[in-house]
C-alpha cells in the first residue's frame, strides 16, 4: 500500500508528464464510475491495479481503489469537478487521463490500456526523446524536430526530409506512390484545398508533428464504418507555444528580364482561434493555386452518367467545350502574370461544441507561351506523323468562398453545414497549325485554326449533415442533403483552314468560319440516409439509402458568317439544345469487424438509375435505365504498434457517357473526328491492392509497401481508323483484356557512423490496353520500371547537403506493328547544398537534372540541367531577416518537355517556360508566440 504523500506527489508529477496524455474525456456526474484495465497489446486482465482519482486544480487524491480479479474498478459517490484518473500497474507506464463530471447518471468508461514500460522503451531514442516515427493505427506521425531542418524553413523543406514522402517543383506532395490532396493544421481545413498555401507559407519549427493517414468520410468518422471513400491527407500538429500569438513573412524580390516576386503572408492564432491572410504578386510561377484547384471552382460540371464515390449519386457529363479548353490555371507551360489574395478564420467554442472555418480567395491570372507537340501514329502497314504549334493567351479572373459551420448539440448529436461558391471570367485566344506526313515524308494535310473565346461560370453548393448516436452503443443515425448548382456560358469565334494532298500533291482544302454561343446549367439534389447497428462488441452493421435528382441542360448554337458580314446563319449540324434528367436510387450494408490485431470490413452499395436525355432541336428522346454495383472489403492487421498490413477490395460499374453513345458534333479539329455507339454495355472495374508499414524506432528503419493490380471487364477503349486523308476517326468500343500493376516500395535507414540517412526506393508501372486499328485488332504494352535513391547529411549552423536520383526506363510496344516500339531511359539528379558560412552567411545550390536517351521518334536532344544558387546574409534575432542575390537556371537550360506513349501513338510535347533570372531578394520572418493563456472557466 502506497503512502498518500507519494500518491499525491506521484499524480502531480504524472499529470505534468504523463506517457499517455489524450483530449478531455466528458462524461455525465456519475454516483460512481466503472472501469477495467487490461494490457494493450494481447489484452491480458490486470488485477489488483492502483486506481486514484485526483483533483485536477491541485491533484490532492480524492478515492483510491484498486482492480478485482477480471481486471473491474468502481469508484462511488463522486461530486461534480474536473479530476484526473491515475492508474499504476507493476512493470507497465502509468496512465493519466483528466474526467469531468457533469451530470447524474452513472458512468461505464472504455477499457483502458497499458503498455509495458519494455514495450514503451521501444518508442523512445537513446537521448530520451519520442521516435522519430510512429504508427499508430492507420496513421503514420512524423516527430517534426526529429528531422533537421534550417532556421526559417518551410514546411515545405520539411516535408522533403520525410521518409516516403516526395515534393515536386510545383509544390505537389506524393506520399508512398499516392497524391497527397488535402493538408490540414491542426485537423482543419487552412485556406481549402490549397496545399502549397500552407507547404510554403508556414515555418518547419512551428510544426510538433507531421501525421499522414487516408482520412474517411464524415460518415466513417462518425460510425467507425469504413465506407471505402478516402482521401490522402496530411495534418500538422502545431507545437503549443505556437498557438498563442502572430506570425509571418514578407517576400520583396526584383530581377533581370523583368521578372518580380512579391509574397506576404500573416497568422493571428489564439488557442484554437486561426485568423490568416496573403497576398501575392508574381510572374515567377508562384500562382497560390496548387495542383488541384481546377477541380473545386469552376472547372468540373459532374460527370456524365457516371457513379460519385465519395456520393453514392450519378451525373452527368456535359459536352466538351470546344471553344475553350483552358482549365484557368498554370501548369508550368508558358509565362504566368498572378495577382492573388485570400483570407481564412476558424474557431471553436463552448469545449469544442461550436466551431467555424471560413476561406475567401480571388486571383487574376495571366498565361501566355507556346508549345509544339510531335507525334507518330502506328498503323498496320505504315506510320504516320504529325507536327503541331500552338500559341495561347489565357486569363482569368476567379474569386471563391467556402465556409462549414458545426454545433454539437451534446456528445450524441451534431449538426454540421457546408457551403462554398465561385465565379470565373475568363479570356482565351489560341493560334494552332499543324501538319501530317506520310512515312515517305510528303505532306498528307494542314491545318491552322484560331479560336477566340468569353467565357463565365458560377457554382453554388451546400451541404447539411445532421448525425445521431442512439441509446445503444455503436447505435447511430445520419442524414445528409446536398445541392450543387453551377452555370456556365462562353462565346467566340472559330476559323480553320485545312489542306489535303495527294502523295505531296494539294487536292482539296476545307474552310470553317464560324461564331460559337454555349450555355451549360447543371442542378443537383440528393439525400442520403445511415443507419447503424452493433451486432456485437466487436461487430457492426451499416446500412444507407438515398435518392438524387441531377437536371442539366445544354445550350451549344454555332453561326456561319453571312454575305453581309454577320455571323447570323445557324449551322444546324453543329448545334443542339439538349435536356437531360438523371434520377438515382441508391442503397447498400457494410459490415465491420474489429478484434485486437485485425479489422475487417466488406459491403456493397447498389444503384438503381433511369436516365431521360431530350433534344430541343430535333424534337427527340433516349432513355436508358441500368444498375450499377459498387462491392468493397479490406482487411487490416497490426501485430506490432509500429507495423501495420492492409489487404483490400473494390469494384465499381462505369456507365458510357453521352459523349461516348451519342457525341455532339463539334468541327474545332476537323482532323479528330468522333462518332457515337449507342449499342455500348456498361464496364466494370476490379482493383486489388496490398499495402504494408513498417518502422524500426531505435535502428530508425522504415518500410513502406504499396502495391494494386486492376483489371476490367468490357472496358470502354477505341477503335481508330485513320484515312488517306490523315483523318482520324474514333468510336468507343467494349474490349477486355485491360489490366494494369502499380508497385511502389521504399526503404529507409540512418546509417549511424557517418550519420548519413539513406532511403532507396522502387517504382513499376505495367500497363496492357486493348484497342482497334484500322479494325484490326491492337494489343499495347506499356510500362515504367524507376529506382531511386537519396541521401541526406547535416550538422546545425554547418551544412545540408542532399541529393536524390532516379532511373527510369519506360517501353511501349503494338502488336498492329511489331518492328515499331518505343524504348527509352531518362535519369534525374537532384543535388541540394546550404552552406552556413560565418557573419551569418548562407550558401545555397541546387539543380534539377534531367538526362533523355534518343530514339527513332524522339531524336532531338532535351537533356536539361536546371541550376540554380543563392549567397544570402542574415540579421536580426534568431536569423530573421535574409537579404540575398540569386540566380535561377544559370545555364539557361529550362525547356519544358515531356514524353507520352499511349495505344498505337507516342508524343513528345516542348513548351515556353520561365527561363534564366537573377534577382535580389528580402525575406522577413517575423512572429511572436508563446503558451496559450489558460483555460477561462466558462
Given at each position: 500500500?502506497?503512502?498518500?504523500l ?13 506517457f499517455g ?7 455525465p ?7 477495467k484495465?487490461?494490457?494493450?497489446l494481447d489484452?491480458?486482465i490486470?488485477?489488483?491495479?492502483a ?5 485536477s ?9 484498486r482492480?478485482?480479479k ?5 469508484l462511488?459517490n463522486i461530486?461534480?469537478?474536473?479530476y484526473?484518473l491515475l ?16 451530470d ?5 468508461l ?8 519494455s514495450?514503451l522503451?521501444?518508442?523512445v531514442v537513446?537521448?530520451g526523446?519520442?521516435g522519430?516515427i510512429?504508427i499508430k493505427?492507420d ?10 531542418t ?10 522533403k526530409?520525410?521518409p516516403?514522402i ?6 505537389k506532395?506524393t506520399?508512398?506512390?499516392?497524391t ?6 491542426d485537423?482543419?481545413?487552412f485556406f ?5 498555401l ?7 519549427d512551428?510544426?510538433?508533428k507531421?501525421?499522414l493517414f487516408?482520412?474517411k ?20 500538429k502545431l507545437?503549443?507555444?505556437k ?6 513573412n514578407?517576400?520583396?524580390e ?9 509574397q506576404?503572408?500573416?497568422?493571428f492564432f489564439?488557442k484554437?482561434?486561426?485568423l490568416?491572410?496573403?497576398g501575392i ?8 493555386l496548387?495542383w488541384?484547384?481546377?477541380d473545386?471552382y ?7 452518367a ?6 453514392g ?5 456535359m459536352?466538351?467545350?470546344?471553344l475553350?479548353?483552358w ?8 509565362l504566368?502574370?498572378?495577382k492573388?489574395g485570400g ?34 501514329f502506328i498503323?498496320?502497314d ?6 503541331e ?7 482569368i479572373?476567379?474569386s471563391?468562398?467556402?465556409?462549414s ?14 457551403a ?5 471570367h ?6 494552332v497549325?499543324?501538319e501530317?506526313?506520310?512515312?515517305d515524308?510528303?505532306?498528307?494535310n494542314?491545318?491552322?485554326r ?5 467565357s463565365d ?13 442512439l ?12 445541392e ?13 483552314a485545312?489542306n489535303f ?9 476545307s ?7 454555349y450555355h ?9 440516409i445511415?443507419y447503424?447497428?452493433?451486432l456485437?462488441?466487436i ?6 439509402y ?14 456561319n458568317?453571312?454575305n453581309?458580314?454577320?455571323y447570323?446563319?445557324l ?5 443542339n439544345?439538349?435536356?437531360f434528367?438523371?434520377?438515382?436510387q441508391q442503397?447498400?450494408?457494410?459490415y465491420?469487424l ?5 479489422r ?6 447498389i ?14 428522346t ?15 492487421y497490426s ?6 498490413l ?10 458510357p457517357?453521352?459523349?461516348q453513345?451519342q457525341p455532339?458534333?463539334t468541327?474545332?479539329?476537323?482532323l479528330?473526328?468522333?462518332?457515337g ?24 528503419r522504415?518500410?513502406?509497401v ?6 476490367t ?5 477505341d477503335?481508330?481508323?485513320v484515312?488517306?486523308?490523315?483523318r482520324?476517326?474514333?468510336?468507343t468500343i467494349n474490349v477486355?483484356g485491360?489490366?494494369s ?9 540512418k546509417?549511424?557512423?557517418p ?7 522502387a ?12 479494325d484490326?485488332?491492337n ?6 520500371y524507376?529506382?531511386s ?11 545540408d547537403?542532399s ?17 515499331v516500339?518505343t ?12 552552406l ?14 534531367n538526362?533523355r ?14 541550376l ?9 534575432k534568431?536569423?530573421a531577416l535574409l ?8 545555364l539557361?537550360q529550362?525547356?519544358?518537355?515531356n ?5 498505337n ?9 520561365i ?17 496559450p493563456?489558460p483555460?477561462s472557466?466558462?
Amino acid at each position: 500500500m502506497q503512502r498518500p504523500l507519494t500518491l499525491f506527489l506521484l499524480g502531480f508529477v504524472l499529470s505534468h508528464y504523463s506517457f499517455g496524455q489524450s483530449p478531455v474525456i466528458s462524461v455525465p456526474l456519475a454516483s460512481y464510475i466503472k472501469g477495467k484495465i487490461k494490457d494493450t497489446l494481447d489484452g491480458k486482465i490486470l488485477s489488483n491495479g492502483a486506481i486514484m482519482l485526483l483533483r485536477s486544480s491541485d491533484s490532492i487524491l480524492v478515492q483510491y481503489t484498486r482492480t478485482d480479479k477480471e481486471g473491474n474498478f468502481t469508484l462511488k459517490n463522486i461530486l461534480p469537478g474536473r479530476y484526473l484518473l491515475l492508474v499504476t500497474y507493476p512493470s507497465y507506464a502509468d496512465y493519466v487521463d483528466p474526467l469531468e463530471i457533469k451530470d447524474t447518471a452513472a458512468t461505464l468508461l472504455p477499457p483502458i490500456a497499458l503498455v509495458l514500460k519494455s514495450k514503451l522503451l521501444e518508442e523512445v531514442v537513446v537521448n530520451g526523446s519520442k521516435g522519430a516515427i510512429r504508427i499508430k493505427g492507420d496513421t503514420i506521425e512524423f516527430k517534426a524536430d526529429s528531422f533537421h531542418t534550417q532556421a526559417g524553413a518551410s514546411v515545405e523543406d520539411l516535408l522533403k526530409k520525410l521518409p516516403g514522402i516526395q515534393v515536386d517543383r510545383n509544390g505537389k506532395i506524393t506520399a508512398q506512390g499516392q497524391t497527397v490532396q488535402k493538408v490540414l493544421v491542426d485537423g482543419e481545413e487552412f485556406f481549402g484545398d490549397d496545399p502549397t498555401l500552407v507547404t510554403q507559407n508556414l515555418r518547419a519549427d512551428m510544426v510538433d508533428k507531421v501525421q499522414l493517414f487516408d482520412k474517411k468520410s464524415d460518415q466513417a468518422e462518425f460510425t467507425g464504418i469504413d465506407d471505402g471513400k478516402e482521401t490522402k491527407t496530411l495534418n500538422l500538429k502545431l507545437k503549443d507555444t505556437k498557438k498563442n500569438g502572430y506570425f509571418g513573412n514578407v517576400i520583396a524580390e526584383g530581377g533581370t528580364e523583368g521578372y518580380y516576386n512579391a509574397q506576404a503572408m500573416v497568422n493571428f492564432f489564439k488557442k484554437k482561434q486561426k485568423l490568416a491572410a496573403y497576398g501575392i504578386l508574381s510572374n515567377t510561377g508562384k500562382t497560390g493555386l496548387n495542383w488541384q484547384e481546377r477541380d473545386n471552382y469552376g472547372q468540373s460540371i459532374a460527370g456524365a452518367a457516371n457513379y460519385d464515390e465519395n456520393t453514392g449519386n450519378y451525373s452527368i457529363n456535359m459536352p466538351r467545350n470546344d471553344l475553350d479548353s483552358w482549365d484557368g490555371r498554370y501548369n508550368g507551360q508558358g509565362l504566368p502574370s498572378v495577382k492573388t489574395g485570400g483570407l481564412h478564420y476558424n474557431d471553436k467554442w463552448n469545449d469544442d461544441r461550436l466551431s467555424v472555418n471560413g476561406n475567401y480567395k480571388i486571383i487574376q491570372l495571366g498565361v501566355d507561351g507556346n508549345n509544339s507537340t510531335n507525334s507518330q501514329f502506328i498503323l498496320p502497314d505504315t506510320l504516320y506523323y504529325n507536327n503541331e504549334r500552338q500559341t495561347f493567351h489565357n486569363q482569368i479572373l476567379r474569386s471563391s468562398l467556402d465556409g462549414s459551420f458545426e454545433f454539437k448539440f451534446d456528445s450524441a448529436s451534431s449538426i454540421k453545414i457546408m457551403a462554398d461558391g465561385g465565379t470565373d471570367h475568363k479570356t482565351t485566344s489560341t493560334l494552332v497549325s499543324s501538319e501530317a506526313l506520310g512515312v515517305d515524308s510528303n505532306l498528307v494535310n494542314q491545318n491552322t485554326r484560331t479560336s477566340t473565346a468569353v467565357s463565365d461560370s458560377r457554382t453554388v453548393n451546400s451541404n447539411l449533415l445532421w448525425r445521431k448516436k442512439l441509446a445503444k452503443k455503436g447505435r447511430t443515425l445520419s442524414v445528409n442533403f446536398r445541392e450543387n448548382y453551377t452555370h456556365s456560358s462562353s462565346s467566340g469565334y472559330l476559323n480553320s483552314a485545312t489542306n489535303f494532298y495527294n502523295e505531296g500533291v494539294f487536292s482539296r482544302d476545307s474552310l470553317i468560319d464560324q461564331y460559337k454561343d454555349y450555355h451549360t446549367e447543371n442542378t443537383l439534389l440528393d439525400s442520403k440516409i445511415t443507419y447503424t447497428e452493433p451486432l456485437s462488441h466487436i461487430s457492426f452493421l451499416s446500412a444507407n439509402y438515398g435518392l438524387s435528382v441531377n437536371n442539366s441542360q445544354s445550350d451549344r448554337s454555332s453561326f456561319n458568317k453571312t454575305n453581309d458580314g454577320k455571323y447570323s446563319k445557324l449551322d444546324s449540324l453543329y448545334s443542339n439544345n439538349y435536356q437531360f434528367n438523371v434520377f438515382t436510387q441508391q442503397g447498400g450494408l457494410t459490415y465491420l469487424l474489429v478484434k485486437k490485431k485485425f479489422r475487417f470490413n466488406a459491403g456493397t452499395n447498389i444503384g438503381f438509375t433511369s436516365f431521360h436525355q431530350r433534344d430541343l432541336h430535333a424534337d427527340t428522346t433516349a432513355q436508358r435505365k441500368f444498375v450499377n454495383w459498387y462491392p468493397q472489403a479490406s482487411l487490416s492487421y497490426s501485430p506490432a504498434n509500429q507495423t501495420r498490413l492492409q489487404l483490400g477490395y473494390s469494384g465499381y460499374t462505369a456507365q458510357p457517357g453521352l459523349e461516348q453513345l451519342q457525341p455532339i458534333r463539334t468541327n474545332d479539329d476537323p482532323l479528330n473526328i468522333t462518332v457515337g455507339n449507342p449499342g455500348l454495355k456498361p464496364s466494370f472495374d476490379n482493383r486489388l491492392s496490398l499495402s504494408l508499414n513498417d518502422y524500426k524506432i531505435l535502428s530508425e528503419r522504415s518500410i513502406w509497401v504499396d502495391l494494386s493490380y486492376s483489371f476490367t471487364q468490357n472496358s470502354f477503349s477505341d477503335r481508330s481508323t485513320v484515312d488517306s486523308s490523315g483523318r482520324r476517326i474514333t468510336q468507343t468500343i467494349n474490349v477486355n483484356g485491360n489490366h494494369s500493376l502499380n508497385a511502389s516500395i521504399s526503404y529507409g535507414f540512418k546509417w549511424k557512423g557517418p550519420d548519413l540517412n539513406i532511403g532507396v526506393s522502387a517504382d513499376v508501372n505495367n500497363n496492357t490496353n486493348v484497342s482497334m486499328v484500322n479494325d484490326l485488332l491492337n494489343t499495347t504494352n506499356s510500362g515504367s520500371y524507376q529506382f531511386s535513391w537519396r541521401l541526406s547529411k547535416s550538422k546545425e549552423k554547418k551544412y545540408d547537403l542532399s541529393l536524390r536520383t532516379s532511373t527510369t526506363y519506360s517501353q511501349s510496344r503494338s502488336s498492329i506493328n511489331t518492328g515499331v516500339s518505343t524504348d527509352y531511359w531518362t535519369f534525374a539528379i537532384n543535388p541540394s547544398a546550404d552552406l552556413f558560412l560565418p557573419l551569418h552567411f548562407q550558401v545555397h545550390a541546387d539543380g534539377d537534372i534531367n538526362l533523355r536517351q534518343k530514339t527513332p521518334v524522339f531524336t532531338t536532344n532535351n537533356n536539361v540541367a536546371l541550376l540554380n544558387a543563392w549567397i544570402g546574409r542574415k540579421f536580426l534575432k534568431n536569423d530573421a531577416l535574409l537579404l540575398k542575390a540569386s540566380g535561377n537556371d544559370l545555364l539557361n537550360q529550362n525547356a519544358g518537355f515531356n514524353r507520352t506513349a499511349n495505344s498505337n501513338f507516342v508524343t513528345q510535347n516542348t513548351y515556353s517556360t520561365i527561363r534564366r533570372y537573377f534577382m535580389l531578394s528580402l525575406v522577413w520572418n517575423f512572429s511572436r508566440t508563446g503558451t496559450p493563456a489558460p483555460k477561462s472557466g466558462n
